[in-house]
T-cell receptor, first 110, second 116 residues
């Protein structure tokens, strides 16, 4: 089946930029998503990018998509301790069913 | 408030004792789904439903049943729970075919199930 891969852990200092990377295998992916899971909570959509875009910026978040390499990244500028969470990359090839990566735990230290 | 609710939030049970985890959404979404989250394995889809009376298996359906008799409800049934079903379960819903660009999935708060 289709696969989404992420690094499992990232540690940064407050104020630095964080970059979380993701690769996927489904060449027919239409949408790619970043979800955030805070401790004890469900997942919340952070941002998404359509497959015909290279970049999307939303305040402190920048999503880069390299469709040729099937590589997606999420950059968080000026990372805060409140950004500590698990970040999931997910892809969809058209309908609502998503394939999720295993999640990247981001730890932000003061 | 638009939301997905799950009950119970926490459940400890014993092997073989049938249980149901309820899921309800108030957003008139067509699509609903159940996931389980396990350490090191991420989220894996159990079952999903594209509309009333339409359900399909996800990646890990064994040992689970679902039903979709009404649009708003999508209960997850474990007829004979086993310890390997100890996990954190999430219900999610999405507008589906009538949905907005991106078809965002809205997640419930999760149900932590322990089977002894």
């Amino acid at each position: 089946g289709e696969d989404v891969e992420q690094s499992l852990f990232l540690s940064v200092r407050e104020g630095d930029s964080s970059v979380i990377n993701c690769t996927y295998t489904d060449s027919s992916s239409t949408y790619l998503y970043w979800y955030k899971q805070e401790p004890g909570a469900g997942l919340q959509l952070l941002t998404y990018i359509f497959s015909n875009m290279d970049m999307k910026q939303d305040q402190r978040l920048t999503v880069l998509l390299n469709k040729k390499d099937k590589h997606l990244s999420l950059r968080i500028a000026d990372t805060q301790t409140g950004d500590s969470a698990i970040y999931f990359c997910a892809e969809s090839s058209g309908y609502s069913t998503l394939t999720f990566g295993k999640g990247t735990m981001l730890l932000v230290s003061p | 408030e638009a939301q997905v609710t799950q009950n119970p939030r926490y459940l400890i049970t014993v092997t073989g004792k049938k249980l149901t985890v309820t899921c309800s959404q108030n957003m008139n979404h067509e699509y609903m789904s159940w996931y389980r989250q396990d350490p090191g394995l991420g989220l894996r889809q159990i079952y999903y439903s594209m509309n009333v009376e339409v359900t399909d298996k996800g990646d890990v359906p064994e040992g689970y049943k679902v039903s979709r008799k009404e649009k708003r409800n999508f209960p997850l049934i474990l007829e004979s729970p086993s310890p390997n079903q100890t996990s954190l379960y999430f219900c999610a819903s999405s507008p589906g075919t009538s949905g907005s660009v991106g078809n965002e999935q809205f997640f419930g708060p999760g149900t932590r199930l322990t089977v002894l």
